[in-house]
Nanobody, 124 residues
Framework: QVQLVESGGGLVRAGGSLRLSCEAS????????MGWFRQAPGKEREFVAA????????YYADSVKGRFTISRDNRKNTIFLQMNSLKPEDTGVYSC?????????????????WGQGTQVTVSS
Protein backbone atom coordinates (compact mmCIF):
# COMPACT_ATOMS: atom_id res chain seq x y z
CA GLN A 1 0.00 0.00 0.00
CA VAL A 2 1.03 3.58 -0.69
CA GLN A 3 -0.55 6.55 1.02
CA LEU A 4 -0.40 9.90 -0.78
CA VAL A 5 -1.02 13.28 0.83
CA GLU A 6 -1.13 16.49 -1.21
CA SER A 7 -0.56 20.02 0.01
CA GLY A 8 0.07 23.48 -1.37
CA GLY A 9 -3.22 24.33 -3.02
CA GLY A 10 -4.95 27.65 -2.59
CA LEU A 11 -6.39 30.74 -4.23
CA VAL A 12 -4.22 32.71 -6.62
CA ARG A 13 -4.76 35.37 -9.26
CA ALA A 14 -4.25 34.67 -12.93
CA GLY A 15 -0.57 34.92 -13.80
CA GLY A 16 0.49 33.80 -10.34
CA SER A 17 2.27 30.67 -9.16
CA LEU A 18 1.71 27.79 -6.77
CA ARG A 19 3.81 24.80 -5.78
CA LEU A 20 2.05 21.57 -4.93
CA SER A 21 3.62 18.77 -2.93
CA CYS A 22 2.68 15.12 -2.56
CA GLU A 23 4.28 13.04 0.16
CA ALA A 24 4.16 9.26 -0.11
CA SER A 25 4.40 6.67 2.62
CA UNK A 26 4.32 2.92 2.60
CA UNK A 27 6.10 0.97 -0.12
CA UNK A 28 9.44 1.97 -1.61
CA UNK A 29 8.92 5.30 -3.30
CA UNK A 30 11.50 4.73 -6.02
CA UNK A 31 9.46 1.81 -7.39
CA UNK A 32 6.68 4.10 -8.61
CA UNK A 33 6.07 6.41 -11.48
CA MET A 34 4.35 9.46 -10.00
CA GLY A 35 1.89 11.86 -11.54
CA TRP A 36 -0.63 14.67 -11.15
CA PHE A 37 -4.21 14.81 -12.36
CA ARG A 38 -6.84 17.49 -11.95
CA GLN A 39 -10.60 17.65 -12.02
CA ALA A 40 -12.64 20.78 -12.60
CA PRO A 41 -16.29 21.01 -11.50
CA GLY A 42 -18.52 19.11 -13.89
CA LYS A 43 -15.59 17.72 -15.86
CA GLU A 44 -13.73 14.45 -15.98
CA ARG A 45 -10.40 13.95 -14.30
CA GLU A 46 -7.57 14.86 -16.66
CA PHE A 47 -3.86 14.13 -16.83
CA VAL A 48 -1.52 16.99 -15.95
CA ALA A 49 2.03 15.62 -15.61
CA ALA A 50 4.06 12.53 -14.75
CA UNK A 51 7.62 11.58 -13.85
CA UNK A 52 8.86 8.04 -14.37
CA UNK A 53 10.39 5.74 -11.79
CA UNK A 54 13.48 4.71 -13.75
CA UNK A 55 15.01 7.74 -15.38
CA UNK A 56 12.85 10.68 -14.27
CA UNK A 57 11.48 11.21 -17.75
CA UNK A 58 8.70 13.79 -17.57
CA TYR A 59 5.43 14.06 -19.48
CA TYR A 60 2.98 16.96 -19.63
CA ALA A 61 -0.46 17.66 -20.95
CA ASP A 62 -0.31 20.11 -23.85
CA SER A 63 -2.34 22.63 -21.85
CA VAL A 64 0.39 22.98 -19.19
CA LYS A 65 3.60 22.54 -21.19
CA GLY A 66 6.03 25.37 -20.58
CA ARG A 67 4.14 26.52 -17.46
CA PHE A 68 4.19 23.52 -15.10
CA THR A 69 7.18 21.49 -13.91
CA ILE A 70 7.02 18.13 -12.16
CA SER A 71 9.91 16.89 -10.04
CA ARG A 72 10.61 14.28 -7.38
CA ASP A 73 12.84 13.97 -4.33
CA ASN A 74 13.29 10.28 -3.57
CA ARG A 75 15.07 11.03 -0.28
CA LYS A 76 11.92 12.77 0.97
CA ASN A 77 9.39 10.47 -0.77
CA THR A 78 7.87 13.58 -2.29
CA ILE A 79 6.92 14.91 -5.69
CA PHE A 80 6.28 18.51 -6.59
CA LEU A 81 4.33 20.42 -9.20
CA GLN A 82 5.54 23.95 -9.80
CA MET A 83 2.76 25.85 -11.54
CA ASN A 84 3.55 29.21 -13.13
CA SER A 85 1.54 31.61 -15.27
CA LEU A 86 -1.66 30.15 -13.87
CA LYS A 87 -4.91 30.63 -15.76
CA PRO A 88 -8.53 30.44 -14.57
CA GLU A 89 -8.92 27.22 -16.58
CA ASP A 90 -6.27 25.61 -14.32
CA THR A 91 -8.81 25.65 -11.49
CA GLY A 92 -9.65 22.26 -10.04
CA VAL A 93 -8.82 19.60 -7.48
CA TYR A 94 -5.28 18.38 -8.06
CA SER A 95 -4.52 14.81 -7.06
CA CYS A 96 -1.28 12.92 -7.12
CA UNK A 97 -1.11 9.28 -8.11
CA UNK A 98 1.31 6.37 -8.24
CA UNK A 99 1.80 3.74 -10.91
CA UNK A 100 4.04 0.71 -11.33
CA UNK A 101 4.26 1.24 -15.08
CA UNK A 102 5.69 4.02 -17.21
CA UNK A 103 3.39 4.00 -20.22
CA UNK A 104 -0.15 5.13 -21.10
CA UNK A 105 0.22 7.61 -18.28
CA UNK A 106 -2.32 10.05 -19.71
CA UNK A 107 -5.01 7.52 -18.87
CA UNK A 108 -6.34 6.89 -15.36
CA UNK A 109 -6.21 3.08 -15.47
CA UNK A 110 -2.41 2.63 -14.90
CA UNK A 111 -2.58 4.61 -11.67
CA UNK A 112 -3.21 2.37 -8.68
CA UNK A 113 -2.86 4.75 -5.72
CA TRP A 114 -4.46 8.17 -5.39
CA GLY A 115 -4.34 11.01 -2.92
CA GLN A 116 -7.38 12.92 -1.69
CA GLY A 117 -6.50 16.04 -3.64
CA THR A 118 -5.89 19.71 -2.97
CA GLN A 119 -7.99 22.57 -4.33
CA VAL A 120 -6.43 25.10 -6.70
CA THR A 121 -8.49 28.14 -7.60
CA VAL A 122 -7.26 30.72 -10.09
CA SER A 123 -9.21 33.96 -10.23
CA SER A 124 -9.35 36.17 -13.30
Amino acid sequence: QVQLVESGGGLVRAGGSLRLSCEASGRVFEEYTMGWFRQAPGKEREFVAAITKNDDTTYYADSVKGRFTISRDNRKNTIFLQMNSLKPEDTGVYSCAASVVASHLENTWPWIYWGQGTQVTVSS
